[in-house]
């Protein structure tokens, strides 16, 4: 005995929300032709055990009692086909908003704050070289004064003794 021609084969889906919401929106099941078809293959059951002669028996009582032919059976499929390359469509644009809304959008602000970053590490490194420099320069004036200042403290007391050793005499 075979599946149910209504069954759809299992897949791997990570997301079943997401599937259950694809699925609403291309479901046979709920299309006029296919609640049709359905309601004569569930009425069957029990009646006829093999799946396949129950389709085909539900396909001719929807064929006799409600005008529904085997193209528009086909063509059904056809049409959620459509409205699955529709969905899929509307959500790549769904996705393509986002992306450029909330990833490239960081992208760039992360980019820009790498620049930033440069940019300062760049300030950082000059500052930190003219830092050094002026300590260097300032140590070596401080050190310059101080023996300038001893220098000339040891001339303005040789001077005061020579003037005082003047006076004296």
């Not at 086909?81 to 969905?87: G, I, K, Q, R």
Request: glycine share 4%.
């Amino acid at each position: 005995m075979g599946s149910s021609p209504f069954s759809v084969p299992a897949t791997t889906v990570i997301n079943e929300k997401m599937y259950q919401g694809v699925l609403a929106r291309t479901n046979f099941n709920t299309t006029t032709v296919g609640k049709a078809i359905i309601r004569y293959y569930d009425a069957l059951e029990g009646v006829i055990a093999d799946q396949n002669a129950r389709f085909k028996a539900a396909i001719s009582q929807a064929q006799k009692l409600d005008g529904v032919t085997p193209d528009q059976v086909l063509a059904t499929f056809d049409q959620l086909s459509t409205a699955l390359d529709n969905d899929a469509q509307a959500f790549q644009n769904i996705c393509a908003g986002f992306e450029s809304k909330e990833i490239t959008a960081r992208q760039t602000q992360v980019a820009a704050l790498q620049k930033q970053v440069e940019s300062i590490n760049a300030q950082i490194g000059t500052l930190n070289s003219d830092l050094a420099d002026k300590t260097v320069s300032h140590s070596n004036a401080v050190q310059q004064y101080g023996l300038a200042q001893s220098r000339r403290a040891q001339e303005i007391a040789a001077q005061k003794a020579q003037v005082a050793s003047l006076l004296r005499s």
